[in-house]
Nanobody, 123 residues
Framework: QVQLVESGGGLVQAGGSLRLSCAAS????????MGWYRQTPGKQRELVAT???????NYADSVKGRFTISRDNAKITVYLQILNLKPEDTAVYYC?????????????????WGQGTLVAVSS
């Protein structure tokens, strides 16, 4: 079973920093684009950042300059470094992966979501 497991969330004061991790496991052949999304109660899940298999990155305007997404292909892990946290960054952060997985004798594409990790920023 393929899964993504996030870690690194927590309660921090405004101005602080966090590093979120997302580790993939299972019968993974390759990892394509991976990303981080966030969601607050009553709102739609929004894109925070993505990174392609080649390392190209994309960020939401609201986080540019403060968030950095990176990946370690050997560890099948993607990271989100967050600096200068603001109260409006408070949300559940979800990892998303577009993977090529082994399915019996063949390969198939699969989109997987992690369970989420809470980031709470106090003012």
């Amino acid at each position: 079973q393929v899964q993504l497991v996030e870690s690194g969330g927590g309660l921090v004061q405004a101005g602080g920093s966090l590093r979120l991790s997302c580790a993939a496991s299972g019968s993974i052949f390759s990892i394509n684009t991976m990303g981080w999304y966030r969601q607050t109660p009553g709102k739609q899940r929004e894109l925070v950042a993505t990174i392609t298999s080649g390392g190209s990155t994309n960020y939401a305007d609201s986080v540019k300059g403060r968030f950095t997404i990176s990946r370690d292909n050997a560890k099948i892990t993607v990271y989100l470094q967050i600096l200068n946290l603001k109260p409006e960054d408070t949300a559940v952060y979800y990892c998303n992966g577009n993977l090529t997985v082994v399915a019996g004798p063949s390969l198939r594409f699969l989109e997987v979501w992690g369970q989420g990790t809470l980031v709470a920023v106090s003012s």
